[in-house]
């Protein structure tokens, strides 16, 4: 296991370039099982959720290349193939259920334990399986609580989704692709990571449209031909280096932004005072954070509201800025466990229910934090790039399963931060 030492109050300068978004890359990967033929993902990030879902379908008997200096991945149905993912490799990681959907519309058949993943709450699947039930699936839960689904043929259908879960709507549209007729999925989420997966399935000859609406209707089609594809960049990275600007004071560049994609956070961190100047057609972003910053208040909600994955890193910026801060968290009931952790760095914040109050403090002392899932472990590091003295971040392969290379990319913006093996 490895901890972060983080020298903080640095001032951040230069550039730094984004990858692409683990959220698109990984329903992707499990999109390719759809394919008869090869697909190769271009710029691929060199994730451990992307290694470990890529271990779940080389396990099952896919043919996988990864290329680690080309960030390329390479996908294409092997020879004999099994129905049931290993167990272990499941249970690593949530989004390992992505591939419930285009097991069962191209083989027909799944067994899968029920998926594990960072701990930020119940993160029930009955709206996949509602959904897969609707398109004509059998499913069964065994005693474990291992779900085991038959269908000959899935056949369109209309799907009203309770919630606009976006794993539930990609789960969906990739079943649907290869379905008998028309599927039509109301009340779908919207996230630009849903647009990219649509896109990709139309790159192999899908019928996808309305991905990026409420409402997503999918034309289903014999079967999906291979190709090359390229994600699109992370817009959770990228507003995590926005945060990393704004909570050191900096002025930096990042590449390998969607500014719309990203407008939700921009504009908050607009009210509070940053400031953005874009060039590329939005490609490229220069975040000033030099001006003293404002409390804000943020409510996340499926996009375009204001993104879950978005809440940790915010308010670590929050804890430093004048004024009070009020964050209520909508999507997960378990978000705010890196509160105990900042409030160890000197941060004031109380958290009734669902709402954190944080009130702002001049500054944060450096000391041992532990990352305790993905996002909380990013907001750790920027707490500790902002705060005085020394900090450890702990348990960094939380960091690692969404952030490609984060102290590289930080170092080279001019932080001073190390990864030691412990
Ligand atoms: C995806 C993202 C994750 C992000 C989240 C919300 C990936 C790999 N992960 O997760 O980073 O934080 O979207 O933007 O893309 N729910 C149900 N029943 C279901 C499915 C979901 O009740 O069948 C609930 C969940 O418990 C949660 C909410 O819906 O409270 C949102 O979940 P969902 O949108 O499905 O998130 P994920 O796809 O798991």
Redesign the pocket.
């Known amino acids: 296991m490895d901890n972060l030492i983080i020298n903080g109050q640095r001032k951040l300068k230069g550039e730094v370039n984004i990858s692409a978004a ?3 890359v ?2 992707i990967i499990a999109a390719s099982l759809l394919a008869t033929e090869e697909v190769t993902i271009i710029n691929a990030p060199m994730l451990d ?1 992307v290694f470990t879902l890529c271990n779940v379908i080389e396990e099952l008997g896919f043919n996988i290349s990864i290329n680690k200096l080309c960030n390329t991945i390479k996908i294409k149905e092997g020879s004999s193939l099994k129905i049931c993912p290993n167990e272990d490799l499941v249970r690593k990681m ?2 390992s ?2 591939i419930m959907g285009p097991m069962l519309s191209k083989y027909g058949e799944f067994r899968l334990t029920r998926p594990g ?2 701990n ?11 959904g897969l039930k609707t398109l004509g699936a059998e499913i069964t839960i065994d005693k474990n609580g291992g779900i085991i689904a038959k269908a000959k043929r899935l056949i369109g259908e209309r799907i009203y989704l ?9 789960n969906l549209m990739m079943a649907a692709v290869l379905a008998k007729g028309t599927t039509i999925i109301e009340n779908a ?1 919207q ?1 630009p ?1 849903i647009v990219d997966l649509g896109n990709f399935l139309n790159a192999l000859g899908g019928k996808v449209y309305g991905q990026g609406t409420r409402k997503i209707t999918i034309d289903g089609v014999e079967s999906l031909k291979g190709g090359k594809y390229s994600p699109i960049y992370d817009r ?1 990275e990228a507003g995590t280096f926005m945060i990393a600007a704004a909570i050191t004071g900096s002025t930096i560049r990042i590449n390998g932004v969607n500014e719309d994609y990203c407008r939700p956070l921009i504009e908050k961190l607009k009210e509070c005072g940053v400031e953005f100047v874009f060039l590329n057609n939005g490609y490229s972003a220069i975040v000033n954070g030099k001006s003293r910053l404002r409390a804000v208040d943020i409510k996340t909600m ?2 375009p509201g204001f ?3 978005m809440q940790s890193q915010m308010m670590s910026l929050l804890c430093l800025v004048n004024g009070s801060s009020i964050i209520t968290e909508t ?3 378990n978000r705010f466990m890196n509160v105990d952790e900042l409030i160890r760095m000197g941060a004031h914040i109380k958290v009734v229910g669902r709402t954190a109050f944080v009130e702002g403090v001049d500054k944060l002392l450096g000391c041992k934090v532990q990352a305790t899932d ?2 909380a472990g990013a907001a750790l590091v920027l707490a500790s790039l902002a705060a005085e003295g020394t900090s450890i971040v702990t348990d960094v392969f939380h960091i690692d399963r ?1 952030y490609v290379n984060i102290e590289n990319k930080l170092k080279g913006i001019g932080a001073d931060i190390r990864r030691i093996a412990v």
Do not use: Q, W
């Open positions: 683990k959220n698109s990984l329903p959720d949530r989004a259920f992505l993943g960072c930020i709450g119940n993160r029930p699947i009955d709206l996949h399986l509602k309770d919630f606009p879960s976006v794993g539930a709507t990609e989420a996230e990571e959770i499926p996009y993104p879950t994955d999507v997960f009931e993905l996002r969404g």
